[in-house]
């Protein structure tokens, strides 16, 4: 990032985060552990899932789309499976519940899956990776929309017949320093236009990879997770989000602790190599996200004008005070 940057402290963010959704009529508790995770991708500097997206929740709470004060429920249960219903409300905190439970299971079941469904937007897919990672567990998972329906546009094609929902790896490694997650949009092309260039440049594996995953991930977490078995309520119009979440403990297959220090040693070894041409640093995915966070924890989060703008907007439309920025600073 170059030039003047406007940096906001987490803590403070955190709180202006809290106060608008909660303001919005979020449930206090829900608008704080929403806002928490929000600046937490901020810290990361995975911007398009941090705070930005409060300018998307907050008429959700406001006009009622999203349950402000939902009933969360287990579904169903095994000893390694549980299926949350989110009762309408924001996604976040269920699939936090999800998560939490998918790797207790894991730990004593060696593989656990956890899927969810009526709710809201789940956010940054590496927010639940990191959250199994502290448990020393691989994970892996997908979220996707449900109601599916065939483009009616008459130029529509095959590649207009998903979006692109998020996916996610995490592989946990030995003691301190960058962790793997590989937090990705399924859509690796952008548009439609974009992916028949590829094709016409000879790039077939690329692009029929990322409309596979484009389906595989609304298919598994839209239709399969975010399916419900009996009736829910239609008032809650953005309630239309299914999760799917599967921990691994590396202790079902072999040596847990050994397989934690290769993890390790071949990120670490893997870092010591020569970036690849166009880029600054030798970097994998995961490794920049926990570069930034211990550095911006201190230094602020920058946040770029049109970042800015927008949260002035939202306090703005909520007649409440703007975020505390710190500084400018390049």
Not at 68 to 90: F, K, M, Q, V
Not at 108 to 122: D, I, K, S, Y
Not at 165 to 185: H, I, K, R, S, Y
Request: proline share 6%; hydrophobic share 40%; glycine share 12%.
């Amino acid at each position: 990032m170059k030039g003047a940057m406007t940096r906001i402290l987490p803590g403070p963010l955190r709180d202006w985060a809290t106060l608008a959704l909660s303001t919005a009529g979020a449930h206090p508790g829900d608008a704080a552990q929403i806002a928490g995770y929000l600046v937490d991708v901020d810290l990361r500097g995975v911007t398009s899932h941090g705070t930005r997206q409060v300018r998307r929740y907050v008429p959700e709470f406001r006009d009622g789309h999203i349950n402000p004060a939902p009933s969360r429920r287990i579904h169903t249960e095994a000893d390694n499976s549980i299926r949350y219903d989110g009762d309408g409300g924001a996604g976040y905190p269920v699939a936090a519940l999800a998560v939490d439970a998918a790797c207790s299971k894991a730990s004593h079941t060696g593989l656990a899956l956890a899927t969810t469904f009526h709710h809201g937007h789940v956010g940054s897919a590496g927010i639940w990776a990191r959250r199994a990672l502290s448990h020393g567990l691989v994970s892996w998972c997908v979220a996707g929309g449900t109601g599916w329906r065939k483009p009616t546009a008459g130029d529509a094609t095959v590649w207009d017949a998903m979006t692109a929902p998020p996916m996610c790896f995490g592989v946990p490694a030995e003691g301190e320093g960058p962790p793997l997650v590989l937090d990705m949009n399924a859509n690796q092309f952008g548009t439609g236009d974009r992916a028949e260039a590829a094709l016409a440049a000879g790039f077939h594996r690329s692009v029929f990879g990322s409309l596979g995953m484009r389906f595989i991930s609304t298919l598994l977490a839209g239709s399969l997770a975010g399916t419900h078995d009996g009736a829910t309520d239609s008032r809650w119009g953005k309630a239309t989000r299914g999760f799917l979440f599967v921990a691994i403990d590396p202790a079902l297959i072999g040596d847990a602790d050994a397989f934690r220090a290769t993890v390790r040693e071949v990120i670490d070894q893997s870092l010591s190599l020569r970036p690849m041409a166009g880029t600054d640093v030798a970097a994998l995915p995961g490794t920049l996200e926990w570069q930034r966070e211990r550095e911006w924890a201190t230094t602020g989060i920058p946040i770029p004008d049109e970042h800015r703008q927008m949260l002035e907007m939202v306090a703005a439309d909520l007649a409440i005070d703007t975020p505390p920025y710190r500084s400018e600073t390049s």
